[in-house]
Nanobody, 124 residues
Framework: QVQLVESGGGRVQAGGSARLSCAAS?????????MGWYRQAPGKQRELVAL???????HYAGSVEGRFTISRDDARTTVYLQMNSVEPEDAGLYYC?????????????????WGQGIQVTVSS
């Protein structure tokens, strides 16, 4: 079972910066695959913010392109989201999603897990 621990976030001044972290804890890791950040604003559906593949290719929502940077540290099984020039529209509950391959019973099993969500509030 994968445990994801998110940190960072909180209240951010508009125009300011914040950094989110999501650390995965699981035994018998074979590979760390795609890692991403999603967010959900009140009354809206969860949307992809940024994704980083196991080849370090990155993809961003148009609304955050040029302001947010996703990165990863596979040795720590951690994904980061650096948020710069934060706007009021960036407020919401941010979730990390991590896809892992783990050894299980002699086979490789694919797991995808969600973090518990971390709140980002933007004050103007």
């Amino acid at each position: 079972q994968v445990q994801l621990v998110e940190s960072g976030g909180g209240r951010v001044q508009a125009g300011g910066s914040a950094r989110l972290s999501c650390a995965a804890s699981v035994e018998n890791i074979f590979a760390v695959n795609d890692m991403g950040w999603y967010r959900q604003a009140p009354g809206k559906q969860r949307e992809l913010v940024a994704l980083i593949t196991n080849r370090y290719d990155t993809h961003y929502a148009g609304s955050v392109e040029g302001r947010f940077t996703i990165s990863r540290d596979d040795a720590r099984t951690t994904v980061y989201l650096q948020m710069n020039s934060v706007e009021p529209e960036d407020a919401g509950l941010y979730y990390c999603n991590v896809a892992l391959s783990v050894w299980s019973g002699g086979d490789v099993r694919e797991l995808a897990s969600w973090g518990q969500g971390i709140q980002v509030t933007v004050s103007s």
